[in-house]
């Protein structure tokens, strides 16, 4: 029925391993079959991660000390380390980074740098998607609405939030990572989409249709 929930053979690589929506992923992931590479700063909760994943039996998950800000070949010493923990990489997870969502649809005034930043991010998905399609590489994005993390942790108890929940989210309500995030991470790894790239893909209930701005309004 849903032929990605079988990715056996997958070496993933997730940046933003070691807290929320990528630690989420990676623990997923795992169930799945992939080999993950877990990468952040933090490097006690990503080998607490992986210790995790490891103790069925089968060393599948190997801890990254990464800082994605690093300069030019610091990050190429840590991709050749990640590349030699198991032999290849077959997919990247770039997690860590600006707060993504689909507030390309939401302007909020003060928001210039974000914006522009956003924008730049969707452009990049699209230019890498064409100039990369030529070594069968695929690209997409995924923009998501609000998920239960650290950095929402305060907005997610502000008096008032769900309310606005149920009237402005066309779909009134908010998912969880898994399996909001998680089941389309899937299938974006998988053969069954193969013919997809170029894409972002707003996972958001709907929520930035209406134009409510929930990140900074509240
Ligand atoms: N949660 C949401 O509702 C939501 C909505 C839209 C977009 N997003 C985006 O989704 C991604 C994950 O967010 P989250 O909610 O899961 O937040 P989180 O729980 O704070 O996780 C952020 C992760 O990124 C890592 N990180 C931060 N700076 C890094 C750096 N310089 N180098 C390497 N790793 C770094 C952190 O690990 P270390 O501190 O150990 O490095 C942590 O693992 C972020 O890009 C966020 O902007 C989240």
Redesign the pocket.
Known sequence: MEPWKDLSGKVVLV??????????FCLDLAKAGCTIIA?????D??ESLCNDINSEGIWRAFALE?????NGATIKGAVQRAWDAFGRINVLIN???????GLNRVLVPGGLTYASSKMALDMLTRMMALELGVYNIRVNSI??????????ESLMQKEGFNNVILRTVPLRYLGM?DPALTSLVKYLIHTSSEYVSGNIFIVDSGGTLTGVPI?SSL
Do not use: C, Q, W, Y
Not at 39 to 43: N, V
Not at 143 to 152: E, L, N, Q
């Open positions: 940046t933003g391993a070691s807290s929320g929506i990528g630690l989420e990468a952040a700063r933090r490097i909760r990503l990464l800082d994605v800000m690093s997690n860590a980074g600006i707060r993504v969502s923009a998501p609405g609000v998920f239960k993390s650290h950095i929402t990572t990140f």
